[in-house]
Every structure is written in structure tokens, then in C-alpha cells.
Nanobody
Framework: QVRLVESGGGLVQPGESLTLSCVAS????????MGWYRQAPGKQRELVAG???????NYVESVKGRFTISRDYAKNTLNLQMNSLKPEDTAAYFC????????WGQGTQVTVSS
């Protein structure tokens, strides 16, 4: 059974940084393109960053230059380094495969507010 456990969220001020982590179990982590998604209240979940098994990254325009996605195969972990955070980045953040094929974890809340 696949399990995705996100952590690292919190309350930060605009301009600050956070690093999110997602530990994956029950799956062959190295085989999947993975992604970080976010969902703000009243909005649809959106993919903000993706990474292929061989390390090709892509980002939604709104986070380019500020967010960096990475993966650690030894730890089956997906990371998201978020810099220069803005209030509009406030959302619950989730990880999943790029196709969203697995059951969603509980997510981790990121709140950017002064």
C-alpha cells in the first residue's frame, strides 16, 4: 500500500523560506515522475512542480525562480525548497506522482502572512 507523508509546513512571513518533504513508501519511488501540488481554500488542487526519474524539473509559472523540487532516492523522499514566499503561496501542499495516481496524504499547511 502506497503511503505519502508530507511535512515541513508552517506559518512564515512574506519573503521567508520553507522546505517541504514527502516520504514515500510502498512504491518503487525511482520509477515515477513525482510532483508537488497545492490547494488553497475554495480553489482546485494544482501541480506546482514536477520532477522525472532522471531529474528533469518543471514548474508552474507563478513559482519559477522561487521553488526548487528535488528527490532523494536513498531516502525515498521528495523535497520542495520554497524561497521568497508570497501570501498567494498559502495553501495545503501535497505530493503524489505526476499523474496523481496514488491516494493523497494529509498534506502540510503553508501559511504566508505578515
Amino acid at each position: 500500500q502506497v503511503r505519502l507523508v508530507e511535512s515541513g509546513g508552517g506559518l512564515v512571513q512574506p519573503g521567508e523560506s520553507l522546505t517541504l518533504s514527502c516520504v514515500a513508501s510502498g512504491m518503487l519511488f525511482s520509477s515515477y515522475a513525482m510532483g508537488w501540488y497545492r490547494q488553497a481554500p475554495g480553489k482546485q488542487r494544482e501541480l506546482v512542480a514536477g520532477i522525472t526519474p532522471d531529474g528533469i524539473r518543471n514548474y508552474v509559472e507563478s513559482v519559477k525562480g522561487r521553488f526548487t523540487i528535488s528527490r532523494d532516492y536513498a531516502k525515498n523522499t521528495l523535497n520542495l525548497q520554497m524561497n521568497s514566499l508570497k501570501p498567494e503561496d498559502t495553501a495545503a501542499y501535497f505530493c503524489n506522482s505526476r499523474s496523481g495516481r496514488f491516494s493523497w496524504g494529509q498534506g502540510t499547511q503553508v501559511t504566508v502572512s505578515s
